[in-house]
């Protein structure tokens, strides 16, 4: 087992995508740390580790604060004696458009996704440079944060800005040896159950058969084991030497993510003051104005009927 003697926390992982990233670790030798909100479900995320023979401890915390941070890595030294590994997965949603979302419903996201994954990596970066540790830390961004998507402003916001601190971070972590990339799942979970574009994939894994194909080959959509493995492999030894990436799983796909990047440059004498802009920027730029959100392909039309 790649991971053994290693030890992880995992944000958020009483169930859902969390879990099964905190399973994986542990089916590959490290001892996990389970948190969650609620003790019932934190209780039962660490019995499905520890039943199949692996090392599980739970914290109960909401994520989004310095103390939760401080409790988390505390907990792993506590319990297992020391910490290698970060998985930041602990999130919300509170979708509404713009016009009705509240002050409430913007903080709490960002609290929860964005925050917390700043508090949290703050707090195991300081521990891995405090003791020589080349830790590995992975967050967790999505499609959203990377085009945008109708409706999460908030959620938007969080998740682009996880992938502006990842690399950031990478380049503040180098000379630690300390890796950080984040990891944009595309998987059945709470949060894509009630999209209807998804239902029948998401039904066809609640009935234990197979995703049709659409969905795992065209779209790379899949299971949250699905995404597991990825979380697993950058938390090894073998990705030493990959740190400020965004990478995609699900389904049969695999996604590198480009860092933005200036499609067109162009100059002019003097600068682009607005008469200049008015007569040339169209001209200049029309072809390259790129797009928002995303597209999909055309869905069978047996899929489509599940739908009507």
Not at 24 to 41: C, F, K, P, S, Y
Not at 65 to 73: F, I, K, M, R, Y
Not at 113 to 124: M, N, P, Q
Not at 181 to 194: D, G, L, Q, S, W
């Amino acid at each position: 087992m790649s991971l053994a003697g290693k030890v992880a926390i995992v944000t958020g992982s009483g169930r859902g995508l969390g879990l099964s990233y905190a399973q994986e670790l542990a089916r590959q030798g490290a001892a996990v740390i389970i948190n969650d909100v609620d003790q019932a479900t934190v209780d039962a995320a660490v019995a499905t580790i520890i039943d199949r023979g692996g090392k599980a401890a739970g914290v109960v915390a909401a994520v989004g604060s310095t103390q939760t941070a401080q409790a988390l890595v505390g907990a792993a030294e506590e319990k297992f004696g020391r910490l290698d590994i970060l998985v930041t997965n602990a999130g919300v949603l509170r979708d509404k458009s713009l016009l009705k979302m509240t002050d409430e419903d913007f903080d709490l996201v960002i609290n929860v996704h964005l925050r917390g994954t700043f508090t949290c990596v703050r707090e195991a970066f300081g521990y891995f440079k405090s003791n020589d540790v080349a830790g590995r830390i992975i967050t967790i961004g999505s499609p959203t944060g990377q085009r945008g998507n109708f409706g999460q402003t908030n959620y938007a916001a969080a998740k682009a800005g996880i992938v502006g601190m990842v690399r950031t971070w990478a380049m503040e972590m180098k000379r630690a040896g300390v890796t950080v990339n984040a990891v944009i799942p595309v998987a059945a979970t709470e949060m894509t159950k009630t999209v209807p574009f998804f239902r029948p994939a998401v039904e066809a894994e609640e009935r234990g058969e197979a995703m049709p194909d659409f969905y795992r080959k065209d779209l790379g959509f899949g299971t949250a084991d699905d995404v597991a493995g990825l979380i697993a492999f950058l938390a090894s030894d073998e990705a030493a030497n990959i740190t400020g990436q965004a990478i995609g799983a699900g389904g049969d796909r695999l996604q590198l993510w480009s860092h933005p990047e200036a499609v067109r440059s162009e100059f002019n004498e003097g600068g682009w003051d607005y008469t200049a802009l008015q007569a040339r920027f169209n001209e200049l730029f029309g072809a390259d104005l790129q797009s928002v959100g995303e597209s999909f392909p055309e869905m069978p039309a047996e899929l489509k009927a599940q739908l009507a």
